[in-house]
């Protein structure tokens, strides 16, 4: 505990001597974030139409910032307004600008660039500093020892494109090796995780280890501890804009269904009151929605696992939660499914038939 908390003080002080590391100071973040908030409302009035059009992105981007500099090294609200600048960027970028276009303008939006990029490093680096903070209040919160050995052994891929599964007990269990073989899929689920402890640790476990896709599946314990679901949302999405942002396709995974089928044989095996049934597929909707706005892939264990009562199919599961061989083998073949469309389509193909089809491809 003591040597995480030295980690995190070296950390902080090397990010105030020097401004331009990864980790910035709460002064020059918020001196940052001022600075971006400035330019969109300056850069806005150079392009007609965008002052009304970016509006709502302004004002919800002001807010966001003083949010901030209330709470500077809170990761959501600096995940919030690095995407609220992104957003801008994408508004401005669909409209045409005038020509002559004034000078002072394009530098200003070189400058907004550039700023949003320091934004997504100094982002990442309060994730880790905030990982240092978890560690010092407890012996590894977050699973980061679990695998920390194995990654260093991990082989150099090859030709064969590596796949990297996040998850908790579901994927914690599913032996990758036995259902997939001759494919370079990286089992990386820790039981009883939720979504922050799997946010936590997204760099050590799948950036590290540079995959060309990762496939998330998360959200069931933190329906169970009562997380409410705009926060496992969030955690979510920072994963997927954390795998974007490093060129790694993002496959989102429905979250299981449960049922009650096996309470007779064990009271605990009744899995709807701690997650209730609606909550899921409420929470199923919203990340096909992420992955059809956000270039995401999706991916629906849901339909296969569950019966036409909403709940999973009782010879899928021995304990109303878990897939058992059964469960996993019927998974299998979406996993396979899903993962060679990624892989096959060819960069050239932008016919827009080939724009539907791959419209949940994360491409």
Known sequence: MRCAGLVLVATLAMAQQNPQGPLLGDKEAGELATRMVQLI?????????LVRASEPVTQSAQMTLAAM???????????QFMNEMKAYLALSDSLPRPYPYPAAADRQYAELHEGVERFQQHFEALLTAQTAVDQGRAADPNGLARY??????LLPTGNTP??????????????LNEYFTGRDFVNRGIGGQ???????????????????IVVI??????????????????????????????????????????????KDADPRYEMTKTRPPGTIKAI???????????????????????????QMTADFSDDGLHPN???????????????????????????????????????
């Not at 409302?41 to 139409?49: L, R, Y």
């Open 217 to 262: 599946l998360g959200g069931t314990n933190d329906i169970a501890n009562g997380t409410a679901p705009n926060q496992i949302e969030d955690n979510l999405a920072m994963m997927g804009d954390l795998a974007k942002a490093h060129g790694i396709k993002v496959v989102f995974a429905s979250i299981t269904p449960v049922s009650d089928y096996h």
């Open 41 to 49: 409302e300056s850069t806005a009035v150079a392009v007609p139409g």
């Open 148 to 153: 920390a050995d194995a990654n260093t052994k």
């Open 325 to 363: 061989a059964k469960g996993y083998r019927v998974m299998s073949p979406v996993v396979i499914a899903t993962i060679d469309r990624i892989l096959s389509r060819q960069p050239q193909d932008e016919s827009p038939e080939a724009k539907r089809r791959f419209k949940l491809l994360g491409r």
């Open 194 to 212: 939720t979504t922050s402890q799997m946010l936590a640790r997204f760099r050590q476990d799948v950036i590290a280890v540079n995959p060309k």
């Open 284 to 310: 199923n909707t919203w990340i096909q929605t992420l992955c059809l706005n956000g270039g995401f892939a999706w991916m629906d264990y849901y339909t296969v696992l569950a019966d036409p009562m909403g």
């Open 162 to 175: 590596r796949v990297v599964f996040l998850g908790d007990s579901i994927t914690d269990a599913w032996r």
């Open 69 to 79: 500099l209330q709470k500077p090294r809170n990761p959501a609200l600096t995940w």
